[in-house]
């Protein structure tokens, strides 16, 4: 392919972008954009829709790790540490937005990151929101890890970790593998557990979300807490 037809195709989209906006890119383009160069003898727009295909969507490349990306045709290890990289700035911007103010005034947007840190993850994962008692975020801690069906939980750890962090309320949450957001018995059980542990030590557990496909469900709204 001649250089100069390659050299059109990697600056189409920035000439979109510079015309119309962000919002008018496709995934591809918007991905040739970051990548801002092909492989040898791969464009980049032909680079990108193969990342795309290959990898399941932006949800997929959102995923991938970094030994995935290194191993994806035309992918060397600066650009798969650029696609990490971008990646981890979007959790950080969804943190930065859960912190800015007090969980319970905008749960749309803990319900959001927590679906960011926890859908994609292969196993159960639980977490905790910890909070001042102001409910402001003081951190977010992957506490467990499990198989694909299920996390042991330590409540015990649990109430340590928030008096290390001088937590007053905390907001907890794990993920099922399934995709399947409905709280289990073993899930109501360990929320129960977890709440009489954190009571004892005049902590707050404010809610407890499940998170799968769609948005998490509370099980404070479902009255489970």
């Known amino acids: 392919m001649p250089t100069n037809l390659i050299s059109c195709q990697t ?18 383009e918007l991905l040739a954009i970051l990548l801002g160069s092909g492989g040898r003898d791969l464009p980049v727009m032909q680079l990108s ?12 490349l959102f995923r991938s790790g970094f030994d995935t990306l290194l191993a994806q045709p035309g992918l060397g290890p600066a650009k798969a540490a650029q696609l990490i990289a971008v ?17 319970l005034q905008n749960p749309a947007d803990t319900q959001r990151y927590l679906k960011s840190a926890l859908r994609d993850k292969p196993n159960e994962v639980f977490a905790c929101l910890f909070l001042d008692s102001r409910h402001r975020v003081i951190a977010f801690e992957e ?27 905390l907001i907890v949450a794990h993920n099922h593998p399934s995709g399947v957001c409905e709280p289990s018995m073993a899930d109501q059980a ?36």
């Not at 600056?11 to 591809?28: H, M, T």
């Not at 990342?51 to 949800?59: E, F, K, M, Q, V």
């Not at 990646?87 to 969980?103: D, G, N, T, W, Y």
């Not at 707050?204 to 807490?225: I, K, N, Q, T």
């Open 143 to 169: 506490l467990f890890q499990g198989t694909i069906d299920g996390a042991t939980v330590y409540p015990r750890v649990v109430a340590e970790r928030a008096l290390e962090l001088g937590a007053a309320a």
């Open 190 to 225: 360990i929320t129960r557990r977890l709440k009489e542990a954190l009571d004892l030590l005049d902590i707050r557990l404010l809610d407890h979300f499940v998170v799968g496909e769609g948005m998490p469900v509370s099980m404070a709204a479902r009255g489970m807490v």
């Open 11 to 28: 600056e189409l989209p920035r000439e979109k972008l510079s015309r119309g906006g962000a919002k008018i890119l496709s995934d591809a």
């Open 87 to 103: 990646i981890e700035l979007a959790q950080r911007h969804l943190f930065e937005v859960v912190k800015r103010s007090p969980a």
């Open 49 to 60: 829709h193969a990342l795309l295909t290959d990898l399941g969507g932006l949800r997929g």
